[in-house]
């Protein structure tokens, strides 16, 4: 029914639906994780750091979620399944890793589902991000990546996981000291999934000609991601709370400043420092390395070094008036 499903949709997108393509391509592309990641940062650097953690920290940990799902079920993507599937050529660069739980889908629940299941938001606004999380979804299937269960699972552990994180921050907003509690049941269940991901046994199914259909051992790398991600930022959250509280209650020019140097950095430590982490450190432990630093960098390296430059910056301003 599933392969049923995604034939019609393709019929309908090689035909008139083509000019949709383009349209649900881009939708894709701002379920994607980097996207995802550099929104979220954004948030937490400039405009809320109590709404930029909750997204942060629930993002990384559905992270974790589906990639122990990906890893658990090792289902094959829809093309493996079935010759009859031929996928949107630019959506395949961003179909890694097994097939379900779709981790665009997750993604948006995440970020845009995320936001829209908050009150405290307009309902406009709610209602807006509702629709673009299932546009996401619903493009997955459009453009032949994923089924509908990929996509559906993948909506509703995203929400879930937001709906326990938001439950989570309540509960240590009230008893502060729990964050430490919070951050070693985090980073041990993210451990335990990258072991699990490591020596699981993987199918090993064979085409005609004798060519392994799927690398299972490839296909956990997007689960040592979100590992590297979550333990990343559970570390950078808790040493942010105890020694840097920076704050995003800052004038407009402060927070474009931020936006500015936090990007060029982010970009500077993806294209050049990440590359050399892969190469000097391969396999599953440098990705989980590399994520880490990502993150790391976002929730505590970045933070620090502005509170520090804000506060030479106050402390030169106060000196010059009293001159």
Request: hydrophobic share 45%; proline share 4%.
């Given at each position: 029914m599933d392969?049923?499903?995604?034939?019609?949709?393709?019929?309908?997108?090689?035909?008139?639906?083509?000019?949709?393509?383009?349209?649900?391509?881009?939708?894709?592309?701002?379920?994607?994780?980097?996207?995802?990641?550099?929104?979220?940062?954004?948030?937490?650097?400039?405009?809320?750091?109590?709404?930029?953690?909750?997204?942060?920290?629930?993002?990384?940990?559905?992270?974790?979620?589906?990639?122990?799902?990906?890893?658990?079920?090792?289902?094959?993507?829809?093309?493996?399944?079935?010759?009859?599937?031929?996928?949107?050529?630019?959506?395949?660069?961003?179909?890694?890793g097994y097939?379900?739980?779709?981790?665009?889908?997750?993604?948006?629940?995440?970020?845009?589902?995320?936001?829209?299941?908050?009150?405290?938001?307009?309902?406009?606004?709610?209602?807006?991000?509702?629709?673009?999380a299932v546009?996401?979804?619903?493009?997955?299937?459009?453009?032949?990546?994923?089924?509908?269960?990929?996509?559906?699972?993948?909506?509703?552990?995203?929400?879930?996981?937001?709906?326990?994180?938001?439950?989570?921050?309540?509960?240590?907003?009230?008893?502060?000291?729990?964050?430490?509690?919070?951050?070693?049941?985090?980073?041990?269940?993210?451990?335990?999934?990258?072991?699990?991901?490591?020596?699981?046994?993987?199918?090993?199914?064979?085409?005609?000609?004798?060519?392994?259909?799927?690398?299972?051992?490839?296909?956990?790398?997007?689960?040592?991601?979100?590992?590297?991600?979550?333990?990343?930022?559970?570390?950078?959250?808790?040493?942010?709370?105890?020694?840097?509280?920076?704050?995003?209650?800052?004038?407009?020019?402060?927070?474009?400043?931020?936006?500015?140097?936090?990007?060029?950095?982010?970009?500077?430590?993806?294209?050049?420092?990440?590359?050399?982490?892969?190469?000097?450190?391969?396999?599953?432990?440098?990705?989980?390395?590399?994520?880490?630093?990502?993150?790391?960098?976002?929730?505590?390296?970045?933070?620090?070094?502005?509170?520090?430059?804000?506060?030479?910056?106050?402390?030169?301003?106060?000196?010059?008036?009293?001159?």
């Amino acid at each position: 029914m599933d392969i049923s499903y995604l034939i019609t949709l393709q019929e309908f997108r090689n035909g008139v639906g083509s000019c949709l393509t383009d349209f649900m391509t881009k939708m894709s592309f701002i379920g994607e994780m980097n996207t995802v990641l550099i929104i979220t940062a954004l948030i937490y650097w400039c405009v809320s750091k109590r709404f930029g953690n909750y997204l942060l920290m629930g993002w990384s940990g559905s992270r974790v979620v589906n990639g122990f799902l990906k890893v658990a079920a090792c289902v094959y993507r829809p093309w493996i399944r079935d010759a009859r599937i031929v996928p949107d050529n630019e959506a395949l660069a961003s179909a890694t890793g097994y097939s379900f739980p779709s981790g665009h889908s997750t993604n948006a629940a995440a970020l845009y589902g995320g936001c829209a299941i908050r009150r405290e938001l307009a309902k406009a606004l709610r209602i807006t991000l509702a629709v673009i999380a299932v546009l996401i979804a619903f493009s997955r299937n459009f453009l032949g990546v994923h089924t509908p269960q990929d996509v559906l699972v993948g909506l509703g552990s995203g929400l879930a996981v937001m709906w326990l994180t938001g439950k989570l921050l309540d509960m240590v907003e009230k008893k502060p000291e729990k964050d430490i509690l919070v951050m070693c049941a985090a980073i041990t269940i993210s451990v335990i999934v990258a072991v699990y991901a490591a020596v699981k046994p993987y199918p090993a199914d064979y085409d005609a000609s004798g060519k392994l259909l799927v690398d299972g051992a490839k296909m956990a790398n997007d689960t040592y991601k979100g590992v590297g991600w979550c333990i990343g930022y559970m570390a950078g959250w808790v040493l942010e709370r105890r020694f840097v509280r920076f704050s995003t209650d800052v004038p407009m020019m402060t927070r474009i400043t931020r936006l500015t140097i936090g990007l060029f950095c982010y970009y500077v430590i993806s294209l050049i420092l990440v590359p050399l982490l892969k190469s000097c450190i391969p396999g599953p432990f440098g990705t989980v390395i590399y994520c880490f630093v990502q993150m790391f960098y976002v929730t505590f390296i970045f933070p620090y070094c502005v509170k520090q430059m804000e506060r030479s910056q106050d402390e030169h301003v106060a000196e010059k008036a009293l001159t």
